[in-house]
């Protein structure tokens, strides 16, 4: 089972042990990833398997900000997770790699890949409160992937914890499929034992937790403990025809028999076990691991990888290699590591890997396992492991690497679409190329964060999960990239058009010693839509389609009868409509759908020139522009809600007080969908209140759909706005 012995070097914190690091095979890694609401406890109960492992001579607390897995310094500032944190402890010849997750719902990233390379989701659940919100979002991607998962109640040392409330509401929020593997005794301060149904015996615990002693069942307890023990045998049984048939046979199960119905129920998602813990009192942790040993499937148990087309990869612990990428993260004194799972074959320090996505042959300098910031070096990895490497220059998150022999691309994970977004810039100007360079390795490490440059409101758009998310992000540039920047409201690509025709005209004369200038033009300018082209009342003798690189279309008619107009200007007539249309009358913004005519005008026999009658058309369509009825166009979102049925009535009324337009309603899979018109103007505000009306329960998707008219109100407010600034 175990093959090689490299001694394990972390690089020095007072709390890790050193012993020697084993090489584990395929059956005897298990790779967990601890999810759940905000503070409910998983960076303490990773922290409490460490060091009931032995892997930690005391263990570090969220108070004293010396966990192993919360070791970024904005962690110990909010006292929160923010990042998934790779950690591995050992029980009885098994390793078992853990991923910490955060719990807040603005870095879901970080929850969504650690999901994705799991092979059992462990969601802790606050006895005190129950289920909380955020359980529902990574419910929803612990569901979309099918892991098993199991149920830890964790704080049952807390004095209002309630092991049954939790319960029933954990059943009501994730079905009938949660099954009690235990129960609590003394819940509250006191809690100091757990009855077993599995092994139908009961823990009792020493006041500081630790080891348990096994005790039989009191008797004030064993009718309860049968009852849900035949309930537990009966859902063992459920998911295997021999084990049911065994049932009805010997009316019971043994030990052995239940552990394999129980894995084959948590592989099909049909039992969710529930384990009672005090994380911080060091009570259950012990029970929970071998749990994870003898019963939680392994990596090469679980269906395999899929590839981009769909199909099921082969996991072969003989064949080539294959790593799946599912986190960078950019260590500023270390430079970028690369966390990857090991899908089939073993990754060996010195192996040259192929990556598809850059065509690019890395080659594995070397390999750790990860606890925290320790880096445990390894000579190599086996199918189902999990671990990380440094200094691949070429592959990202989502890459796969590929042994000889092997050409696989696995299908990428999806990462939420951004829920907010703002614009940003560096307070000092020379920080500009640095800030640049700066965000897009930080999007590397976090895909959820989308940095976009707004070449048209030539701004940075930063785009997130929400605002925490954005704070943080502004915290590291500060902190750790030493670099001031500035939030600011996104600016509006708004555009300009005109409802009416109008006529106008412009004599440019310059006549102040040396050449002079002369041009004089006569425009109309019409509205266009759907075809319609304007109606000139002149013979058109040439007409010029511009489709205009901002969206709509600029139609221009030369309608110059006579020579009036040397034909050589006539370009120069529209190089001004085109410079006005680039920065239009109302607001600077980009003018669109118009068409114009120009119909008469007069030359100078010396002074005409490009300039002269560049600037005439130019003023003489700002002229007829402001007669023309303006009218200002604001982009317009097609939105999608997806919440809980409950939280209906506040998303409309959020909705509806925006500006916007429902436009459907409809269900998806337990969840309620609305569909909505809302301008972008408002959705950068309501984003911010729609999440914390849905308190991060909805899933909420913005995709751009067309420009309409804004209110004559605001179209007024924007453009005295702008007449201010320009004045100013
Ligand atoms: N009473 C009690 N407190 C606990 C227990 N486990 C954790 N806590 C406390 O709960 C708070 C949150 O613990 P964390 O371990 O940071 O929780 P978390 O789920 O990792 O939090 P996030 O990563 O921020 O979502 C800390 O103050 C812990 O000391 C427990 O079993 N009992
Ligand atoms: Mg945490």
């Known amino acids: 089972m175990i093959s090689g012995t490299p001694i394990r070097k972390s690089n020095c914190s007072n709390l890790l042990i050193y012993i020697p690091m084993k090489a584990y095979d395929e059956k005897h890694i298990k790779n967990i990833a601890l999810v759940g609401g905000a503070k409910t406890g998983k960076t303490t109960l990773a922290e409490t398997m460490l ?387 700066t965000l897009s390795e930080i999007h590397m490490e976090d895909p959820t964060l989308i940095i976009e440059y707004d070449r048209e409101m030539k701004q940075v758009l930063l785009l997130g999960q929400g605002e925490l998310h954005l704070a943080v992000t502004k915290w590291r540039l500060e902190h750790v990239y030493k670099m001031e920047v500035e939030f600011n409201k996104p600016r509006i690509p708004y555009r300009e058009t005109i409802l009416k025709s109008a006529n106008a005209s412009y004599k440019h004369k310059k006549q102040s010693g040396g050449a002079g200038q002369f041009g004089e033009v006569y425009i109309k300018i019409e509205p266009i839509h759907n075809g319609n082209d304007g109606k000139p009342e002149w013979t058109v003798r040439d007409k010029e389609e511009v489709k205009l690189p901002w969206g709509g279309r600029l139609v221009f008619n030369n309608c110059i009868t006579g020579g009036v107009i040397d034909s050589r200007f006539i370009p120069s007539i529209m190089k001004g409509v085109m410079d006005k249309m680039t920065e239009g009358p109302l607001t600077g913004s980009y003018v669109r759908d118009i068409a114009v005519s120009v119909y008469d005008g007069k030359m100078h026999p010396v002074d005409s020139n490009d300039i002269s009658f560049k600037i005439a058309g130019m003023m003489a369509f700002k002229e007829a522009f402001h007669q023309a009825q303006p009218q200002l166009l604001e982009p317009i979102y097609d939105v999608e809600i997806e919440m809980p049925e409950a939280l209906m009535g506040d998303v409309m009324s959020e909705l509806q007080s925006r500006r916007s337009v429902i436009t459907g309603m409809d269900s998806r899979g337990g969840y309620q969908v609305i569909k909505a018109r809302t301008p972008l103007a408002e959705l950068d505000k309501s984003s911010v209140s729609l999440r914390s009306i849905t308190q991060g329960r909805a899933k909420i998707k913005s995709t751009f759909s067309e420009y309409l008219p804004v209110p004559p109100e605001l179209q007024k407010k924007l453009t005295d706005e702008y007449r201010q600034e320009h004045e100013a």
């Open 51 to 437: 060091f009931e492992a032995g892997l930690l001579n005391r263990r570090g607390t969220i108070e004293d900000k010396n966990t192993i897995s919360d070791y970024h310094d904005i962690e110990h500032e909010r006292g929160n997770s923010v990042y998934a944190t790779s950690l591995h402890t050992e029980w009885r010849d098994y390793k078992i790699n853990i991923i910490d997750t955060p719990g807040l719902d603005d870095f879901i990233g970080e929850v969504i890949s650690a999901v994705r390379v799991c092979d059992t989701a462990v969601m802790v659940l606050n006895a005190q409160h129950g289920v909380e919100v955020g359980s529902e979002l990574i419910w929803s991607y612990v569901d979309e992937y099918k892991k098993p998962t199991i149920f830890v109640i964790n704080q049952l040392d807390h004095e209002y914890a309630n092991f049954q409330s939790t319960l029933d509401q954990a059943r009501s929020q994730f079905g009938k499929h949660v099954t009690p593997m235990q129960y609590p005794i003394n819940q509250g301060t006191g809690f100091n034992a757990i009855i077993d149904l599995l092994k139908m015996t009961m823990y009792r615990f020493p006041a500081n937790g630790g080891k348990p002693e096994k005790v039989p069942i009191p008797a004030e307890e064993t009718e309860r403990a049968n009852q849900l023990h035949n309930e537990l045998v009966e859902r063992a049984a459920e998911n295997d025809e021999k084990l049911m048939e065994l049932y009805f046979e010997k009316g019971n199960l043994d030990v052995d028999e239940m552990r394999i119905g129980i894995k084959k129920g948590m592989m099909n998602h049909d039992i969710f076990p529930v384990f009672c813990l005090s994380a911080k009192k060091d009570i259950g942790s012990g029970r929970l691991m071998g749990f994870i040993d003898n019963v939680a499937p392994s990596s090469i148990e679980m269906p395999c990888e899929k590839n981009i087309n769909d199909e099921e990869i082969l996991c072969n612990p003989s064949g080539p290699a294959v790593l799946f990428v599912f986190k960078t993260l950019i260590e500023p004194h270390l430079g970028k590591l690369t966390f990857f799972k090991v899908l089939s074959g073993e990754v060996a320090v010195g192996m040259e890997l192929n990556n598809p996505a850059t065509n690019v042959t890395e080659r594995i300098g070397q390999l750790f396992i990860m606890d925290g910031k320790n880096r445990n070096p390894i000579d190599r990895l086996k199918t189902g492991d999990i671990g990380s490497t440094l200094k691949l220059k070429n592959t990202g998150t989502n890459h796969t690497l590929n042994g000889k022999g092997s050409d696989i691309k696995v299908k990428p994970i999806e990462f939420p679409l951004p829920r907010i977004r703002t614009s940003i810039i560096a307070k000092n100007k020379s920080d500009d190329e640095k800030l640049s360079e």
